[in-house]
């Protein structure tokens, strides 16, 4: 099925250091969504992004919905060991289905 | 409930039998959707459940994948004849419907075919 293209797809920083990721596609997505999964659990909603160069934070997490609606970027501000897990972008073309990426798997080293 | 509920967490079946996946959505959650993830992958969409409109199942890998959704509420993922490929993690997920609605996933199901 169709995916988007997410980056990088894994990485391993020290806990403190700020993390970047990010999702593109070639086609134009009307709402861009952020989840994390913990290990044996279902994704959970971090960011919702509804507009076109949207900036939007929730707490040490900041997301943008890129201006030409392909991509959207995640930042992680002074990473925690708990921000392990992997990270998905979603973006949703027509009225309800969503297209996830490739995911983002992020360790953090104490 | 308070959550998605899938049920059960893990299955191990024997190739050429056929699986039963339960999930059990948001309370008032119209819309209800499953996904699959294979090991290391994103996630697959399946097929999608709107209220009593007739579901999207563009994302049924064959015709050995079946869904339902009775009463607008509960749904079972049907599977049959299991081959080792079908192997994965089966995710379901539901919403307000709303455009713009996020998801809210379950637990999922980890389906092992040997």
């Known amino acids: 099925g169709q995916q988007l293209n997410q980056s990088p797809q894994s990485m391993f920083i020290q806990e403190g250091e700020d993390v970047s990721m990010n999702c593109t596609s070639s086609?134009?997505?009307?709402?861009w969504l952020w989840y994390k999964q913990d290990p044996g659990e279902g994704p959970v909603l971090l960011i919702a992004l509804y507009k076109a160069g949207e900036l939007t934070s929730n707490g040490r997490l900041t997301a943008q919905f890129g201006i030409t609606r392909k991509d959207s970027f995640l930042n992680i501000s002074a990473s925690i060991p708990s921000d392990v897990g992997i990270y998905f972008c979603?973006?949703?073309?027509?009225?309800?289905?969503?297209?996830f990426g490739t995911g983002t798997r992020l360790k953090v080293l104490a | 409930g308070a959550g998605v509920s899938q049920s059960p967490s893990n299955k191990v079946t024997e190739k050429g039998k056929d699986v039963e996946l339960r999930c059990d959505p948001i309370?008032?959650?119209?819309?209800l959707y499953w996904y699959r993830q294979s090991l290391g992958q994103g996630l697959e969409f399946l097929i999608y459940f709107q209220g009593n409109s007739a579901p999207d199942k563009s994302g049924l890998p064959s015709d050995r994948f079946s869904a339902e959704r009775t009463g607008g509420s509960v749904s079972t993922l049907t599977i049959q004849r299991t081959q080792q490929e079908d192997s994965a993690v089966y995710l379901c997920?539901?919403?307000?419907?709303?455009?713009?609605?996020?998801?809210?996933f379950g637990s999922g199901t980890r389906l092992t075919v040997v």
């Open positions: 086609s134009i997505f009307n709402t």
């Open positions: 309370s008032g959650h119209t819309a």
């Open positions: 979603a973006g949703r073309q027509g009225t309800y289905k969503y297209i």
């Open positions: 997920a539901s919403s307000l419907g709303g455009q713009g609605s996020g998801y809210t």
